[in-house]
C-alpha cells in the first residue's frame, strides 16, 4: 500500500506578505546585490538591530523597543530577496537566515523577562518564558519534522504573526497583552504542528521508528 504525499505546504502569512510587498522589497535588495553586501550580512544587521531593541526593553524603554524591532522585521524578507535574486541556493545561507531568526527573538523575550524580574513582576515574566518557550518550539517543530521528511509549516501563529502582536502592543503601551496572546496561541500553534506530524506518521509505514 503507498503511503499518501504529505499535504500541500500552507501559505504563510510571511510568504503572502513576500508577494505582496515583492514590488518593494526587490529593487531593495537588487541595490544592496549591486553594492556588493552579501545576504548573511544583511540578516547579521537585523540581529544586531533587533539586539539594540532588545536592550531597549530590558531597560524600560519598550515603547522605543517595539520602534526598532518593528523596523528590523522587514529585513528578514530582504536577504532572502537578495539570495534568489543572485540565483544561488545557499545552504548555509538558510542556515544563518534561520539562526539568526531564533537569536533575535529570544533576545526581545529575554529583554522583557530582565524588565519584568527588575520590577518583580512574577507573573509577567513567567508569561514571558511561556511565549519564550512556544515561539522556540513552533519553529523547532517545523525544523524537525522537516528533517524527517515531513510537513509542519501550518498553525495559527508563525513568527511574522508573532512580530505583528508584539510590536504594535509594545508601541502602543500594552505589552502584557501582547506577550499574553502570544503564550497561549504559540504553544496551541506548537501542538497544531505535533498533531500535523503525527497524522502524517501514522499514514508513513515505519515512521514511529525514525530518531
Known amino acids: 500500500?503507498?503511503?499518501?504525499p504529505p499535504?500541500?505546504?500552507?501559505?504563510?502569512?510571511?510568504?503572502?506578505?513576500?508577494?505582496?510587498?515583492?514590488w518593494l522589497l526587490d529593487p531593495i535588495a537588487a541595490a544592496l546585490n549591486r553594492a556588493g553586501v552579501h545576504p548573511n550580512s544583511v540578516s547579521l544587521f537585523g540581529l544586531l538591530g533587533t539586539l539594540v531593541g532588545a536592550y531597549l526593553v530590558g531597560v524600560g524603554q519598550i515603547r522605543w523597543g517595539g520602534v526598532?524591532?518593528?523596523?528590523?522585521?522587514?529585513?528578514?524578507?530582504?536577504?532572502?530577496?537578495?539570495?534568489?535574486?543572485?540565483?544561488?541556493?545557499?545552504?548555509?545561507?538558510?542556515?544563518?537566515?534561520?539562526?539568526t531568526?531564533?537569536?533575535?527573538?529570544?533576545?526581545?523575550?529575554?529583554?522583557?523577562?530582565?524588565?519584568?524580574?527588575?520590577?518583580?513582576?512574577?507573573?509577567?515574566?513567567?508569561v514571558v518564558f511561556l511565549a519564550a518557550a512556544g515561539s522556540l518550539?513552533?519553529?523547532?517543530?517545523?525544523?524537525?519534522?522537516?528533517?524527517?521528511?515531513?510537513?509542519?509549516?501550518?498553525?495559527?501563529?508563525?513568527?511574522?504573526?508573532?512580530y505583528l502582536i508584539l510590536c504594535p502592543s509594545m508601541i502602543l503601551g500594552f505589552p502584557q497583552i501582547g506577550l499574553s496572546i502570544i503564550a497561549l496561541l504559540a504553544n496551541i500553534t506548537a501542538l497544531q504542528r505535533i498533531f500535523s506530524v503525527r497524522r502524517q506518521a501514522a499514514g508513513t509505514p515505519g515512521a514511529e521508528h525514525v530518531r
Not at 500500500?1 to 499518501?4: G, H, K, L, P
Not at 517545523?142 to 498553525?155: N, Q
Open 7 to 22: 499535504p500541500r505546504s500552507p501559505m504563510l502569512l510571511s510568504d503572502r506578505f513576500r508577494k505582496w510587498f515583492k
Open 137 to 162: 518550539l513552533v519553529s523547532y517543530i517545523r525544523a524537525r519534522a522537516e528533517a524527517v521528511s515531513f510537513e509542519a509549516r501550518g498553525g495559527l501563529l508563525s513568527r511574522l504573526e508573532r
Open 101 to 126: 531568526d531564533r537569536y533575535s527573538e529570544l533576545a526581545v523575550y529575554f529583554g522583557f523577562i530582565v524588565y519584568y524580574t527588575g520590577i518583580g513582576d512574577r507573573t509577567m515574566s513567567l
Open 68 to 99: 526598532v524591532i518593528l523596523l528590523m522585521a522587514p529585513v528578514d524578507a530582504i536577504d532572502g530577496s537578495m539570495a534568489r535574486q543572485r540565483g544561488v541556493k545557499s545552504r548555509f545561507g538558510g542556515f544563518v537566515d534561520s539562526v
Open 1 to 4: 500500500m503507498q503511503a499518501d
